[in-house]
């Protein structure tokens, strides 16, 4: 359901302050990132992270894409914000 939405225009409405369009963009991003949770939770176990650490720490990664994007930079929305979850779940790992 959520995969018909455009990440640019939910962005625009983002910025214009549309907490509506804010939610169904996270709920997009939401599988994508319980998918990188589960694949790092057996190296979060041994710094004494669950699951649910690692997702909250997806989403932050999503909410750091949201602020920061760029769209003049030439690059999806969608690879920067898999870049920025990557990042922030590998930041708490180390």
Known sequence: MYKD???????YLIAESNESASNILYKKYEGLISLKAKKYLNLAKRYGLEYNDMFQEGMVGLS???????EQKDTKFSSF????????IYSALS
């Not at 750091?64 to 760029?70: D, V």
């Open 5 to 11: 939405y455009d990440d640019q225009e939910l962005i």
């Open 64 to 70: 750091e894409a949201i602020r920061c994007y760029k």
């Open 81 to 88: 914000a898999n870049l920025c979850i990557d990042r922030q």
